[in-house]
């Protein structure tokens, strides 16, 4: 027999976990309210064009940034040869004014030749006057005109001293004066030329300095212009793909919500279904054990598809059938728990083990495996070991399927051998058995021959 008292708990716990999901559903669907019109969904090409649009106008920026930086180089390169003619030019002006300063000075030394050259013609004048008019050592002059024999008077000491100290003197001083005064004339003349056609080239070259400085400062600000203008296109088109990359993140945010509120509604559908089917078989096993108390004890507890007559059960070993019901009762108390890979232990279910691409998530799900439930269903009897293999010899009674009792364990192997064993159930008779099948389901009663194929056979504990 069961425990009346321990099925309500189970079905108390399914309950309140079912109304705490459809509260939390309910409050999810309030909080999004109405339904409204999808968010935009920009498609993958117009992502793709966006992006390349970006990518392009990016290019080209970077591109006139180059051409921009190598256009104010080339204008410091220019200014710098602008101020440096401006410097040869300021030098050559320097020249010109001081070539001026020495023509000036040369003119200043022609106008003093000019006057020695007057001065010494003066005094020679004068001197010859003097002899012409006084006669003796100053008459020289005369007395060659009226000598008898000019060649005497030349011979005169007068005459020598006069022509060395008077006339040859201020001859040489004519002469001087007039060369001195002709090559200051022509140095002047030829350096103030020089100074002025330095001037006039360093200015020149200076005005075309600053002419290709300009023209290269008017390209560069074009450059810029067409940059900044490029910019503001590349700024666009930047928030044209942040825009779109923006909007299909908030629809895939969106669309996750949606699948995340449709997979609640089928997880909550799915826990209603394990719930009604949890009923249904409390329900039936109710049934059953009212039939069982209604109908004639012959000593078996079980039925098989086949009639036949039932074997003794051998003496010894501390089984009993309540001990079996019992065994029953408390497995009948998790139905619908999740099937979790290695779950269970003799406390109860807990987390199983992510293996496989069967049970991939079964590391974060609480619940029994095949052989966890049974070892749970036996804990307060005997320890029961987590390994289907091992337990099919926890009893020395091997019972045939017609000699089945409640909490008789049953057994599947693959390849009919006891190393084959992989699935084990617990029977409650009428050839009905309770089971953890695999991952993704529960557990659940299912009949006996639906469980799987490759039935070994059965144990029961405690003999």
Same mark, same amino acid.
């Given at each position: 027999?069961?425990?009346?008292?321990?099925?309500?708990?189970?079905?108390?716990?399914?309950?309140?976990?079912?109304?705490?999901?459809?509260?939390?559903?309910?409050?999810?669907?309030?909080?999004?309210?109405?339904?409204?019109?999808?968010?935009?969904?920009?498609?993958?090409?117009?992502?793709?064009?966006?992006?390349?649009?970006?990518?392009?106008?990016?290019?080209?920026?970077?591109?006139?940034?180059?051409?921009?930086?190598?256009?104010?180089?080339?204008?410091?390169?220019?200014?710098?040869?602008? /101020?440096?003619? /401006?410097?040869?030019?300021?030098?050559?002006?320097?020249?010109?004014?001081?070539?001026?300063?020495?023509?000036?000075?040369?003119?200043?030394?022609?106008?003093?030749?000019?006057?020695?050259?007057?001065?010494?013609?003066?005094?020679?004048?004068?001197?010859?006057?003097?002899?012409?008019?006084? #006669?003796?050592?100053?008459?020289?002059?005369?007395?060659?005109?009226?000598?008898?024999?000019?060649?005497?008077?030349? /011979?005169?000491?007068?005459?020598?001293?006069? /022509?060395?100290?008077?006339?040859?003197?201020?001859?040489?001083?004519?002469?001087? !004066?007039?060369?001195?005064?002709?090559?200051?004339?022509?140095?002047?003349?030829?350096?103030?030329?020089?100074?002025?056609?330095?001037?006039?080239?360093?200015?020149?070259?200076?005005?075309?300095?600053?002419?290709? +400085?300009?023209?290269?400062?008017?390209? +560069?600000?074009?450059?810029?212009?067409?940059?900044?203008?490029?910019?503001?296109?590349?700024?666009?088109?930047?928030?044209?793909?942040?825009?779109?990359?923006?909007?299909?993140?908030?629809?895939?945010?969106?669309? +996750? &919500?949606?699948?995340?509120? !449709?997979?609640?509604?089928?997880?909550?559908?799915?826990?209603?279904?394990? !719930?009604?089917?949890?009923?249904?078989?409390?329900?039936?096993?109710?049934?059953?054990?009212?039939?069982?108390?209604?109908?004639?004890?012959?000593?078996?507890?079980?039925?098989?598809?086949?009639?036949?007559?039932?074997?003794?059960?051998?003496?010894?070993?501390?089984?009993?059938?309540?001990?079996?019901?019992?065994?029953?009762?408390?497995?009948?108390?998790?139905?619908?728990?999740?099937?979790?890979? +290695?779950?269970?232990?003799?406390?109860?279910?807990?987390?199983?083990?992510?293996?496989?691409? #069967?049970?991939?998530?079964?590391?974060?799900?609480?619940?029994?495996?095949?052989?966890?439930?049974?070892?749970?269903?036996?804990?307060?009897?005997?320890?029961?070991?987590?390994?289907?293999?091992?337990?099919?010899?926890?009893?020395?009674?091997?019972?045939?399927?017609?000699?089945?009792?409640? #909490?008789?364990?049953?057994?599947?192997?693959?390849?009919?051998?006891?190393?084959?064993?992989? &699935?084990?159930?617990?029977?409650?008779?009428?050839?009905?058995?309770?089971?953890?099948?695999?991952?993704?389901?529960?557990?659940?009663?299912?009949?006996?021959?639906?469980?799987?194929? #490759?039935?070994?056979?059965?144990?029961?504990?405690?003999?």
């Amino acid at each position: 027999m069961s425990n009346p008292a321990a099925r309500p708990v189970r079905a108390r716990r399914i309950a309140t976990a079912l109304v705490c999901a459809g509260a939390v559903l309910a409050g999810l669907f309030a909080a999004v309210g109405p339904a409204i019109a999808d968010p935009p969904n920009p498609s993958d090409q117009a992502l793709q064009q966006a992006a390349n649009n970006k990518d392009a106008l990016a290019a080209l920026v970077g591109q006139l940034t180059a051409q921009v930086a190598s256009a104010q180089a080339q204008v410091v390169a220019l200014n710098g040869q602008a /101020e440096l003619a /401006e410097q040869k030019y300021a030098y050559a002006l320097q020249q010109y004014q001081q070539a001026q300063e020495k023509a000036t000075a040369a003119r200043a030394a022609v106008g003093d030749a000019q006057h020695e050259v007057a001065a010494a013609q003066t005094r020679y004048v004068m001197y010859a006057q003097s002899v012409y008019m006084h #006669g003796g050592v100053a008459g020289t002059a005369g007395n060659l005109l009226t000598a008898s024999d000019p060649n005497a008077l030349l /011979e005169q000491s007068a005459l020598q001293r006069y /022509e060395s100290a008077h006339q040859l003197s201020a001859i040489g001083q004519l002469q001087r !004066a007039t060369v001195t005064k002709s090559n200051a004339d022509a140095a002047a003349r030829k350096a103030e030329q020089d100074a002025a056609k330095a001037k006039d080239a360093a200015q020149q070259a200076q005005q075309q300095a600053e002419a290709a +400085a300009q023209q290269a400062q008017q390209q +560069a600000q074009q450059l810029q212009t067409s940059l900044a203008s490029k910019q503001t296109v590349l700024n666009q088109a930047k928030d044209r793909l942040a825009t779109l990359t923006n909007q299909r993140a908030a629809y895939d945010k969106w669309k +996750a &919500h949606q699948e995340w509120l !449709a997979e609640q509604a089928r997880l909550k559908a799915e826990r209603e279904r394990k !719930a009604r089917e949890a009923a249904a078989a409390r329900a039936r096993l109710r049934a059953q054990q009212q039939a069982q108390q209604q109908a004639p004890n012959h000593g078996g507890g079980g039925t098989s598809p086949s009639s036949g007559s039932h074997a003794p059960i051998p003496t010894g070993g501390s089984w009993t059938a309540a001990k079996g019901r019992a065994a029953v009762a408390r497995a009948m108390n998790w139905l619908g728990e999740d099937y979790a890979w +290695a779950g269970g232990n003799s406390r109860g279910p807990t987390y199983g083990v992510c293996a496989g691409d #069967g049970a991939w998530n079964d590391c974060h799900v609480v619940g029994f495996d095949c052989s966890g439930l049974a070892l749970y269903a036996w804990a307060p009897y005997t320890s029961l070991a987590h390994y289907t293999v091992t337990q099919y010899n926890q009893g020395s009674y091997h019972p045939s399927v017609n000699n089945l009792m409640p #909490g008789d364990l049953v057994f599947w192997s693959y390849n009919g051998s006891l190393g084959g064993v992989h &699935h084990v159930a617990i029977y409650i008779g009428n050839n009905q058995v309770i089971q953890a099948p695999q991952s993704g389901d529960i557990v659940r009663v299912t009949n006996l021959w639906d469980v799987s194929s #490759g039935y070994f056979g059965a144990t029961r504990p405690l003999t």
